[in-house]
T-cell receptor
Framework: DGGITQSPKYLFRKEGQNVTLSCEQN?????MYWYRQDPGQGLRLIYY???????QKGDIAEGYSVSREKKESFPLTVTSAQKNPTAFYLC??????????????FGPGTRLTVL | AQSVTQPDIHITVSEGASLELRCNYS??????LFWYVQSPGQGLQLLLK??????LVQGIKGFEAEFKRSQSSFNLRKPSVHWSDAAEYFC????????????FGQGTTLQVKP
């Protein structure tokens, strides 16, 4: 089955720790995205990548970092610099033939809670 | 700046009743518009999208949406709601620059009464 997997489903972090959220896709998509979801605020873009070894900051990149060493993988690190990291994190991918109209396919999400 | 507004945070309808979820956008050129649905604790699934052609777009699960340029709206409709339609619905517009960025509205939570 093709799709996007995110792990873990739930993640707890102590203040001051960095944590890494995994996102893997086997859809052979070139583009991948990370969104943050908070209640009542919709989704906000953190980082995106349209090709391996390249990525761009989204609207709320501060306190986050990413890498794109493989086409299938786009891990997100939430650093200790992120002041309010408790949220639901969603990864997505798209084929990137025509990015503005491509359908983005979403993973099931990771819920991060800072203790 | 591009933006999307979903005026209704929460809507309750009875099963079998019709549904309309509102979406207004702000965009200078021809917008690329999407409706996604999210079940609790899950990712998003595309219902339908519009970027050209017929302004009435058919989607999955019996949903449709109509693009009205004069009103800057892209409202989602369903003639008869099922209990399984209870979820959160997001309208989104594709950002300019062909980056694939989506700008989402705040979402509308749909509750279905038996």
């Amino acid at each position: 089955d093709g799709g996007i997997t995110q792990s873990p489903k739930y993640l707890f972090r102590k203040e001051g720790q960095n944590v890494t959220l995994s996102c893997e896709q086997n859809l052979n998509h070139d583009a991948m995205y990370w969104y943050r979801q908070d209640p009542g605020q919709g989704l906000r873009l953190i980082y995106y990548s349209q090709i391996v070894n390249d990525f761009q900051k989204g609207d709320i990149a501060e306190g986050y970092s990413v890498s794109r060493e493989k086409k299938e993988s786009f891990p997100l690190t939430v650093t200790s610099a992120q002041k309010n990291p408790t949220a639901f994190y969603l990864c997505a991918s798209s084929i990137a033939l025509a990015p503005s109209t491509d359908t983005q396919y979403f993973g099931p999400g990771t819920r991060l809670t800072v203790l | 700046a591009q933006s999307v507004t979903q005026p209704d945070i929460h809507i309750t309808v009875s099963e079998g009743a019709s549904l309309e979820l509102r979406c207004n956008y702000s965009y200078g050129a021809t917008p690329y518009l999407f409706w996604y649905v999210q079940s609790p604790g899950q990712g998003l699934q595309l219902l339908l999208k519009y970027f050209s052609g017929d302004t009435l777009v058919q989607g999955i699960k019996g949903f449709e949406a109509e693009f009205k340029r004069s009103q800057s709206s892209f409202n989602l409709r369903k003639p008869s709601v099922h209990w399984s339609d209870a979820a959160e619905y997001f309208c989104a517009v594709g950002a300019s620059g062909n980056t694939g960025k989506l700008i989402f509205g705040q979402g509308t939570t749909l509750q279905v009464k038996p």
